[in-house]
Nanobody, 121 residues
Framework: QVQLVESGGGLVQPGGSLRLSCAASGSIFRIHAMSWYRQAPGKQRELVAA???????NYLDSVKDRFTISRDNAKNMVYLQMNSLRPEDTAVYYC???????????????WGQGTQVTVAS
């Protein structure tokens, strides 16, 4: 069993900051990429930021220079520092990890339950 648990969402005023955290636990052999997605009401889920086990990060254009993704491989955690938040950033944010549970298993995606981020005055 693998679990991803997000935390850190909430209500913040425009221009404010939030830091999301996601902890992966359970039967994990190796994690490749860890990512944050978001889904606003009536819209499709979109990739916000991703960080592979090696290599460079990538971001949704609208969050570049405002959001920063990072990870702690020793703790199987990924973070999303969100600064200069805007009302259009309001969404449910989901953590995603592409991981394998054993040496012989293939990589597959796992998802957290989501955390609400609301940006409003």
């Amino acid at each position: 069993q693998v679990q991803l648990v997000e935390s850190g969402g909430g209500l913040v005023q425009p221009g404010g900051s939030l830091r999301l955290s996601c902890a992966a636990s359970g039967s994990i052999f190796r994690i490749h990429a860890m990512s944050w997605y978001r889904q606003a009401p009536g819209k499709q889920r979109e990739l916000v930021a991703a960080i592979p086990s090696g290599g460079s990060t990538n971001y949704l254009d609208s969050v570049k220079d405002r959001f920063t993704i990072s990870r702690d491989n020793a703790k199987n955690m990924v973070y999303l520092q969100m600064n200069s938040l805007r009302p259009e950033d309001t969404a449910v944010y989901y953590c995603n990890a592409a991981l394998k549970t054993t040496y012989l298993a293939g990589y597959r995606d796992y998802w957290g339950q989501g955390t609400q981020v609301t940006v409003a005055s």
